[in-house]
């Protein structure tokens, strides 16, 4: 087995896991209200929606798919775009309507990225610039995967004592992807810049 097929095998696993973990904690309404009715339904439809693309980023971003399986490749983009859409529009509400009103202004923060990223990614494919399509994807894919690094950061973000639990769990939501995309911008400017001493001097 090679190490890409491992890896995406153990991020598999890794999704599954957690989301798993999370839908077992939210089988029924925290109440009978209409009110918690409501929020458990809309929570269960960012739920739905928002782990179809995580499972379609890792195909979409495979080496050589688009160019293998051109006319899946749009489908799944699209698929992935409008459940990314549906998703994100759920998470709104979850955001206004958040008993910790700072920790729904960060996951409204989250949601803006995840569409901007999102659409960046969509502006350039129809423009036919391929390569910035991809590294938008790439940072679309990251901001989806929000979700699995705030889940990590809740145990340690629930028992540290700095701060109050909201605002705990306000700085989680907010690195959840400020992080990622700050390592891959790392990672994009160093290709940038040792592209021209990897490269042989002309003449």
């Not at 036919?128 to 991809?134: A, K």
């Not at 992080?179 to 021209?196: A, E, G, M």
Request: net charge positive; aromatic share 14%; with cysteine.
């Amino acid at each position: 087995m090679s190490k890409k097929k491992f890896f995406w095998g153990l991020y598999g696993l890794i999704v599954a896991g957690l989301f798993i973990f999370t839908v077992t904690n939210y089988t029924a309404p925290a109440g009978d209200s209409a009110a918690e009715l409501l929020r458990f339904r809309v929570l269960w439809g960012h739920l739905f929606f928002g782990i179809i693309p995580l499972l379609i980023g890792p195909i979409q971003l495979g080496a050589n798919f688009q160019h293998t399986r051109p006319v899946l490749h749009k489908l799944l983009g699209r698929i992935y775009v409008t459940c990314i859409l549906i998703s994100g529009t759920f998470a709104i509400w979850l955001g206004l309507n958040s008993s910790l009103p700072l920790f729904g202004y960060a996951l409204l923060g989250l949601d803006v990225v995840w569409w901007l990223t999102t659409g960046t990614a969509i502006y350039h494919i129809r423009k036919r610039q391929i390569i910035l399509h991809r590294q938008w994807m790439v940072r679309s894919f990251l901001t989806t995967n929000a979700f699995i690094f705030f889940r990590m950061m809740i145990p340690p973000a629930s028992i540290m004592t700095i701060g109050t639990l909201e605002i705990r769990f306000a700085v989680a939501a907010t690195l959840s992807w400020i992080i990622p995309l700050s390592i891959y911008q790392w990672v994009l400017t160093r290709k940038r810049r040792s592209r021209p001493a990897a490269e042989p001097a002309a003449g």
